[in-house]
């Protein structure tokens, strides 16, 4: 089964940091780009980062210069360092492979996990 | 790096035909075939409803189309049924990064 299981998220205070990871199974994930989204709660969703299958990076300009994706393809991890949180970044985070930079469709959500930045 | 336009909010009786814009740039949704719309539902993961502009996934109805023109994408849902009540995202490839739409409820009335 092709599945994707995200950890990670808590409750941290604003300036504190956080360190998001996601594990694949079912499928080559060397072979794929890798994204994370986020999505605040009832809200609408928003595209966060990217890493290419070699280990290339663009963020959102909102996350600029606070967030680090990097990835593991031998453990077949995805990881998101985030630093200096501001009440804005609480929300929801999913890793996935998205369809727009994935071929015939291929498109893998994770449960999402749940960061909370409040004081 | 702003949200697609999307109308907030369609809908329409059981039967009948919803169609949702996603209007963006040259840069992204005109620039390339590269779009895709998402189903969810309260409390759900999105779910992939078309890729690539036009194709369906399988096992997704057929009575999901998409279309674009320009550097508008279109999401067109036929034959409305009570569980295609939901929130529906445009999402497209912009080069170096990637874009969703603000995102559309659609309500089966």
């Known amino acids: 089964e092709v599945q994707l299981v995200e950890s990670g998220g808590a409750l941290v205070q604003p300036g504190g940091s956080l360190r998001l990871s996601c594990v694949a199974s079912?499928?080559?994930?060397?072979?794929?780009?890798m994204h994370w989204v986020r999505q605040v709660t009832g809200k609408g969703l928003e595209w966060v980062s990217i890493?290419?299958?070699?280990?290339?990076?663009y963020y959102a300009d909102s996350v600029k210069g606070r967030f680090t994706a990097s990835r593991e393809n031998g453990k077949n991890s995805l990881y998101l360092e985030m630093n200096n949180l501001r009440v804005g970044d609480t929300a929801v985070y999913y890793c996935?492979?998205?369809?727009?930079?994935?071929?015939?469709?291929?498109?893998?959500w994770g449960q999402g996990t749940m960061v909370t930045v409040s004081s | 790096q702003s949200a697609l336009p999307q109308p907030r909010s369609v809908s329409g009786s059981p039967g009948q035909s919803v169609t949702i814009s996603c209007t963006g740039t040259?840069?992204?949704?005109?620039?390339?075939?590269?779009v895709s719309w998402y189903q969810q539902h309260p409390g759900k993961v999105p779910k992939l409803i078309i890729y690539?502009?036009?194709n369906r996934p399988s096992g997704v109805p057929d009575r999901f189309s998409g279309s674009k023109s320009g550097n508008t994408a279109s999401l067109t849902i036929s034959g409305l049924q009570a569980e295609d009540e939901a929130d529906y995202y445009c999402?497209?490839?912009?080069?170096?990064?990637?874009?969703f739409g603000e995102g559309t409820k659609v309500t089966v009335l």
């Open positions: 996935v492979s998205l369809a727009v930079t994935d071929d015939a469709g291929f498109d893998v």
């Open positions: 079912g499928f080559t994930f060397s072979s794929h780009d």
């Open positions: 890493i290419g299958i070699a280990g290339d990076t």
């Open positions: 040259s840069r992204d949704v005109g620039g390339y075939d590269y």
């Open positions: 690539d502009v036009n």
């Open positions: 999402c497209s490839y912009a080069g170096l990064y990637v874009v």
